[in-house]
């Protein structure tokens, strides 16, 4: 079946670690790619997003993601992570489909806790 | 700018009941709208989605359903809630200009069916 998957489903990282997060994905075809931040209390929200050109992209409060069309992967990356960036990480996909209308499927989310 | 709103934003219903959760948006016009179930360890179920009034699409079968009586409103629904319906419901939109159909979610509804 065609999903979006996120391998970590809880990490835990010490202030000023380097965080990835991996997703993957396994459509075909065109896709818009994002990641979704959901810190606690508050609204989920746009962290970054691809569409073309470089894959490399950056996003707010200094993630970047990188996509890797023949692994089907974006996955989320921090250099330096801080206690603040204590979350949940969804990975979303876009894809047009039957219609002409357009579907967004989320991974099923990983939790960060950063340990100050 | 735009914004979203859902009430309420917790609701403790029994079993068998009815239910009515609104979402409207505001500062956008001929939105897509979308309603999301959020679980635990499931991440975003999307639920229906909607491109007009009165057009619902529906992702999975299931004891609820969703209605678009006006171009920025759309209302899930249930007769007769079951103990599964229990979780957080998320209403988002977008808008069908955008290439990249990123959606902005709303603050979500926590309910829980005793």
């Known amino acids: 079946a065609q999903s979006v998957s996120q391998h970590n489903h809880h990490v835990i990282l010490s202030e000023a670690a380097s965080l990835e997060l991996g997703c993957n994905y396994s459509?075909?075809?065109?896709?818009?790619l994002f990641w979704y931040v959901q810190y606690p209390g508050q609204h989920l929200q746009l962290l970054l997003k691809y569409f073309s050109g470089d894959p490399l992209v950056k996003g707010i409060k200094g993630f970047e993601a990188e996509f890797i069309k023949s692994k089907f992967s974006f996955n989320l990356r921090k250099p330096s992570v801080q206690w603040s960036d204590t979350a949940e990480y969804f990975c979303?996909?876009?894809?047009?489909?039957?219609?002409?209308?357009?579907?967004?499927?989320f991974g099923i989310g990983t939790k960060l806790q950063v340990i100050p | 700018s735009q914004t979203i709103h859902q009430w309420p934003a917790t609701l403790v219903q029994p079993v068998g009941s009815p239910l009515s959760l609104e979402c409207t948006v505001e500062g956008t016009s001929n939105p897509n709208l979308y309603w999301y179930r959020q679980a635990a360890g499931r991440g975003l179920q999307l639920l229906f989605y909607?491109?007009?009034?009165?057009?619902i699409s529906s992702e999975v079968p299931q004891n609820l359903s969703a209605s678009r009586p006006q171009d920025r409103q759309f209302i899930l629904s249930s007769k007769k809630l079951l103990l599964s319906d229990s979780g957080f419901y998320l209403c988002?939109?977008?808008?069908?200009?955008?290439?990249?159909?990123?959606?902005?979610f709303g603050p979500g509804t926590r309910l829980t069916v005793l």
């Open positions: 909607s491109v007009g009034i009165g057009q």
């Open positions: 988002a939109w977008s808008s069908p200009l955008s290439v990249f159909n990123e959606q902005f």
């Open positions: 459509y075909g075809g065109t896709v818009n």
């Open positions: 979303a996909v876009n894809r047009p489909i039957s219609g002409g209308y357009q579907k967004v499927t």
